[in-house]
């Protein structure tokens, strides 16, 4: 259904354990034409879920990228203060080409949440202030 001057972009967005997003990724790529991305979502639930700690999309977009030199991560498109999908965003490339858009770790910055008021403090008496 494809035709071969269409512009084709995908979105992975289903069972993230890592040995389903890889399987995806292995089955979709070859349908990405130059140029355009491969997404894959939700690889920050790898260290913030318990259930997939380092075993869900991140850990296959690791492994995916170790086999396959047509893609890689366009680190700027992580430039804001959190993503849900870093290293996700995948572009198609001709084979060993590179990007230089932005440091690799730009994505992976820590992030340091803070809030704008402290608890309550206790007088001396008990009583709340």
Known sequence: MIDPTDRVMVILDSDHR???????????????????????????IDGVYPPF????????????????????????KNRFLLTQNPMGYLLRTKTGATLPLTEANDCLRPLTLWLPVQPPRRASGGRTY
Not at 65 to 70: E, W
């Open 53 to 76: 700690m380092r075993s869900g999309p991140r850990k296959a977009i690791q492994r995916f990228l170790k086999t396959d030199d047509g893609f890689l991560p366009d680190y700027h």
């Open 18 to 44: 890592a040995d389903h997003v890889y399987r995806e990724m292995r089955l979709y790529a070859p349908l990405v034409t130059e140029n355009q991305y491969l997404v894959v979502e939700d690889g920050i």
